[in-house]
């Protein structure tokens, strides 16, 4: 591959099984690290919550902590691939719900 040719990276992954977000890179050269994001704004949004932002937390020596909410559907979702998908809502806060 090119970047272990050239670079003489260290592929770490390439490709996850989520969507929006499959085509996520991640390689070391030495002890900095090379990120190839999708090329879509809320793909690499996705990816980047996803894999970056720990990543980033993780060489501070932080947690990364994100904040879960459980909520209910208000109508279907049907689900379109075999993958983990995300996608985006709005959440409304109704009746202590």
């Known amino acids: 591959e090119i970047i272990k040719d050239e670079l ?5 992954f ?7 977000g499959r ?3 991640v390689a070391t050269v030495g002890n900095k ?5 999708p ?3 809320y793909s690499s949004t996705v990816t980047a919550i996803l894999y970056v932002v720990p990543l980033i937390k993780a060489m501070q ?4 902590t994100p904040t879960i909410v459980k ?5 279907k979702y049907l689900k379109r691939s075999k993958f983990t998908e995300f996608t985006a809502c709005n959440l409304n806060y109704t ?3």
């Open 8 to 12: 003489e990276a260290t592929l770490l």
């Open 14 to 20: 390439k490709g996850v099984a989520i969507k929006p």
């Open 23 to 25: 085509h996520i890179m």
């Open 33 to 37: 690290y090379i990120i190839g994001l």
């Open 39 to 41: 090329g879509f704004a």
């Open 61 to 64: 020596n932080l947690a990364f």
């Open 71 to 75: 909520a209910r559907l208000k109508e």
């Open 95 to 97: 009746n202590g719900e």
